[in-house]
């Protein structure tokens, strides 16, 4: 839905990437995300370590209600902007709204509604990248983020939270019975489906969704033997696999 938002709305967004999309300049770009995602796991596994737990709470609350409210505002004025409802004022009043509730859910640590928010947030945030990166450097970035995934959970920063005291990041983690997964699965999952509906087409949009699917459900089955797991490689391999075969169709 949301990437179908931007795409009706024709809304003009300036780049994320600091590169342009050349050759060397999407891998620039690439290494550029894999150092934020880097950069933001130490942060925390530093501030596990030193057991700041009401430091965590206070960071991943204000940095989950920012985003919220950014994002928010992004599609409530694409939303009016298709309405034909120019409100700025609108569209800051539900984006509020919107945030506060975020606030509370995770200061109050319900379970159930921070799951909805993980969801809410990977979903819209993927779907805003996918829109605004362009193909070279929207392959590039998740093919690195994916093979960082496989370093960062067995020997880096996300393996050593999983391990050490992941409960402790509320609203950073979808927890379901039997699995976590985190924000940032959930945001270059919804990354690669919406580029390849926005540039690619969609047919290859689904076939990549499937992809996805499959993947995940190759990863929930290597982590009930593992106990712990890497959320991008197969899904991400399988998704642009299946996306960019369609296309050749």
């Known amino acids: 839905m949301c990437a179908h938002l931007l795409i009706a709305s024709s809304m003009v967004f300036p780049n994320v990437t600091p ?3 050349t050759p060397i300049g999407s891998i620039g770009n690439a290494f550029y995300f894999v150092v934020l995602v880097a950069v933001g796991a130490t942060f925390l596994l530093l501030l596990l370590r030193l057991k700041s737990y009401r430091l965590i709470l206070i960071f991943t609350g204000f940095a989950l209600t920012a985003v919220s409210f950014m994002l928010s505002t992004l599609y409530l004025s694409a939303v009016l902007l298709l309405l034909d409802i120019p409100s700025f004022e609108a569209s800051l009043f539900g984006s509020t709204l919107i945030s506060c509730l975020v606030c509370y859910a995770v200061f109050r640590e319900r379970c159930k509604v921070l799951n909805f928010v993980v969801v809410f947030l990977g979903g819209a945030t993927g779907a805003f990248l996918g829109w605004v990166i362009p193909t070279l450097s929207a ?5 690195f983020m994916a093979a960082y995934d496989i370093f960062t959970v067995y020997y880096g920063p996300v393996g050593k939270i999983a391990r050490e005291g992941i409960e402790r990041f509320s609203g950073l983690v979808l927890s379901l019975e039997d699995f976590q997964m985190g924000l940032g699965d959930l945001t270059f999952y919804s990354m690669l489906s919406c580029h390849m ?4 087409g969609t047919f290859p949009c689904i076939a990549s969704i499937i992809g996805i699917l499959a993947g995940c ?3 929930f089955k290597t982590l009930e033997k593992r106990g712990i797991f890497p959320g991008l490689p197969f899904p991400v391999s399988l998704g642009l696999l299946f996306g960019f075969l369609v296309s050749l169709i």
């Open 19 to 21: 590169f342009p999309d």
């Open 139 to 143: 392959i590039l970035i998740l093919c």
């Open 197 to 200: 509906l926005s540039n690619i």
């Open 217 to 219: 459900l190759l990863s």
